[in-house]
């Protein structure tokens, strides 16, 4: 008598297995690992800087280049765009950075825009997937720095200080305001401002003083509500005061009171010495006595 066939299923698992050992063993379609993406994006907005940077995702034994592509777009837009779309290359660079710092108020990213960056990498045929970045947008994030090339010039009670802007804005849309924080050496700390001018003059001050300041500027986004968005302060540099108009005069008029009093009281010395020592001073003075005539008739027929 035959032995019943074997049931179906018991057929099926050992080449079920044997399938899955094999597939196990055998490398998938595409042999090589997924690319890894960039990791801790960065974005740098320092005065006009605009740089995003990233760090490399990890690939194991593999010195193959890498390169790196970013791509932008605006909230009102759902599509994305090469950076070459706003004049710069970012598409298959080797740097794990981005500069799109404009090169002139009407390139770049509008300044009151908010811009949402992606980057990804790839190795030849491989690409990673994209690494978003946070949205930003430039006049609410930028770091504002100090006012550059601080000049004062020391007045008659008064300090002069000229600066420049800490960068090139566009007048529709931003302007800056400045403070000066200053204070006389070791004493207490004032403000003034704001000046919407690169030339400010401290008339307050005491003549012939040292006193130390900063400048500060302010970001004012005149085109959204006067948004203001301080910046830092300018290094501590000290300077002295000069003498005022009425400080020379009552300089001079103290030095020829003193001269007159100097005078004075030498010709009151010598008046007290002529009378205490009167008769020192006849004796000093006294003629000589004169020869007696027969002495000098002697003298003469001498000769």
């Known amino acids: 008598m035959r032995p019943p066939p074997p049931p179906l299923l018991s057929l099926l698992v050992p080449l079920l297995v044997l399938l899955g050992g094999r597939a196990a063993a055998a490398p998938p379609a595409d042999s090589r690992a997924q690319l890894p993406a960039p990791r801790n994006p960065k974005v740098r907005l320092y005065n006009a800087e605009q740089v995003l940077s ?129 204070w006389e050496k070791a004493g207490v700390q004032k403000v003034k401002g704001p000046f919407r001018s690169n030339s400010i003059v401290l008339d307050d001050l005491k003549p012939l003083r040292e006193y130390c300041l900063q400048v500060k500027a302010h970001l004012v986004w005149t085109y959204y509500n006067n948004i203001s968005r301080p910046g830092h302060l300018s290094n501590i540099s000290c300077y002295k005061t000069t003498m005022d108009a009425a400080t020379k005069l009552q300089q001079v008029i103290i030095i020829a009171v003193g001269i007159f009093l100097l005078l004075s009281a030498l010709a009151g010395a010598c008046f007290f010495l002529v009378l205490k020592y009167k008769g020192l001073v006849k004796y000093w003075f006294h003629s000589p006595p004169s020869i007696p005539s027969q002495i000098k008739e002697v003298l003469v027929s001498g000769w």
């Open 54 to 182: 990233w760090e490399p995702g990890s690939l194991s034994n593999d010195t193959r280049p890498v390169v790196y592509q970013v791509q932008f777009k605006y909230p009102s837009d759902s599509r994305w765009y090469d950076t070459s779309d706003i004049g710069v290359h970012c598409m298959n660079v080797t740097t794990t950075e981005c500069n799109f710092t404009p090169s002139s108020l009407s390139n770049g990213f509008p300044p009151h825009f908010n811009v949402s960056l992606r980057v990804r990498a790839k190795l030849e045929d491989l690409v990673s997937p994209w690494l978003s970045v946070p949205w930003f947008l430039y006049y609410w994030n930028v770091t504002v720095g100090p006012p550059e090339n601080v000049w004062v010039t020391p007045g008659e009670g008064s300090l002069i200080i000229r600066f420049s802007s800490p960068f090139d804005i566009p007048a529709s849309l931003a302007t800056f305001v400045y403070y000066v924080h200053y």
